[in-house]
């Protein structure tokens, strides 16, 4: 187990819990890594999340981070492919071991933890998955891999980092196309609170089409939407650009600007 401890005892910590052995054809096999992540308080993380990762996926990882900071890389020690054993319990302990440290040693860092190689490393995967299902419209498959993302995410970054509050708002609007959800009134309280302290202008594209979806939620959920309709008639006096653009497409939009994906 690594942690990443602060003085108030408050920290990170990523654990590979367990590995399997996958196998793609009769004579392809890898390893799959489960990784927890949680992240401790005052009182212990009751719900820590979870991904599965593969040896590549760490490597490429480790490969951008040493290509884009070196300085910051030069004492890190990756487990190097093996030609023979890879399936042996002592060599996938030992990755195991590596693997934990290399992501100590990023979290650690303030510059290796907010990088797009950390970022990408942590939902690309999922997130892959999710772009597929949304563009299927297959909602209720897609919003508990959202959660599970926003989750892991929030865990590792700060409330109101472009990422944290992408994965939040990208969850509202799927869960605006389920009504049997409620739980996602509980995320779109979080982001309109999130949001007051946002000053990004890239994220602030995202404020008008959180608000008129938030008006649907509330109306579906039996909430009065008053006062949300009462602020964006306020922001279209302030001259704020009313386009007509649905949630996920204006996430899709902020998403490229910022992270080029």
């Known amino acids: 187990m690594t942690q990443i401890m602060s003085n108030d005892k408050q920290g990170l910590t990523f654990e590979i819990i367990s590995t399997k052995i996958a196998e793609v054809q009769e004579e392809r096999k890898y390893v799959i890594y489960t990784l927890q992540v949680r992240f401790i308080s005052d009182n212990d993380d009751t719900s820590p999340s979870m991904i599965e990762r593969r040896y590549t996926n760490f490597l490429d990882l480790y490969t951008s981070l040493k290509k884009e900071y070196p300085h910051l890389m030069n004492n890190i020690v990756f487990p190097k492919k093996a030609l023979t054993g890879n399936f042996s319990s002592e060599l996938i302990s030992a990755r195991s071991t590596g693997f934990e440290s290399l992501l100590k040693h990023i979290t650690s860092n303030n510059q290796l933890k907010n990088s797009l190689a950390l970022i990408a490393f942590l939902q690309d995967a999922e997130l892959q998955t999710v772009k597929s299902l949304l563009h299927d419209m297959k909602y209720s498959l897609a919003y508990p891999i959202l959660e599970d993302s926003l989750k892991l995410l929030n865990k590792v970054f700060t409330d109101r980092s472009p990422v944290v509050l992408l994965a939040l708002v990208r969850l509202i609007a799927c869960g605006a196309s389920l009504p049997e959800f409620p739980d996602v009134l509980k995320w779109a309280d979080l982001a309109l609170h999130r949001f007051e302290g946002v000053s990004d202008g890239d994220l602030l594209q995202l404020y008008v089409p959180l ?38 497409d204006a996430v899709k939009t902020v998403e490229e600007k910022i992270f080029g994906i």
């Not at 608000?211 to 939407?225: D, I, S, Y």
């Not at 009462?230 to 704020?240: E, I």
Request: glycine share 6%; charged share 30%; hydrophobic share 30%.
């Open 211 to 248: 608000f008129r979806t938030c008006v649907k939620l509330w109306c579906q959920n039996g909430r009065n939407p008053e006062e949300l309709q009462k602020t964006l008639c306020s922001l279209q006096k302030q001259g704020v650009k009313m386009e007509e653009k649905s949630l996920i």
